[in-house]
């Protein structure tokens, strides 16, 4: 069956990085766009960063440029997001999304607070 697992989320001070991890397997993950979405409490959901199936293309949400970085290994049906210059505004749950035309799954998120 089809699995998104995230990894990485936790604890960190402002200034400080973090890595987030999905793993996914039950699809041929290296046809599909892979998104990381973000929910902070009492907040709609929103999309952090995309990047294309061969990782070729990658996009950013304005509040996260030039502090995030998106990137996957096909060869491991992993997709990242480095997260560095934390601030306390990016306290969330953390979700990665695998999209392929009317395709769409979902991992079950990773905690991420900025907090001294």
């Known amino acids: 069956q089809v699995q998104l697992v995230e990894s990485g989320g936790g604890l960190v001070q402002p200034g400080g990085s973090l890595r987030l991890s999905c793993a996914a397997s039950?699809?041929?993950?290296?046809?599909?766009?892979m998104k990381w979405y973000r929910q902070a409490s009492g907040k709609e959901r929103e999309l952090v960063a995309r990047?294309?199936?061969?990782?070729?293309?990658?996009n950013y949400v304005d509040s996260v440029k030039g502090r995030f970085t998106i990137s996957r290994d096909n060869a491991k049906n992993t997709v990242y997001l480095q997260m560095n210059s934390l601030k306390p505004e990016d306290t969330a749950v953390y979700y990665c999304?695998?999209?392929?035309?009317?395709?769409?799954?979902w991992g079950q998120g990773t905690q991420v607070t900025v907090s001294s």
């Open positions: 999304n695998a999209v392929k035309y009317n395709l769409n799954y």
């Open positions: 039950g699809f041929t993950f290296s046809s599909y766009a």
């Open positions: 990047i294309g199936s061969s990782g070729g293309s990658t």
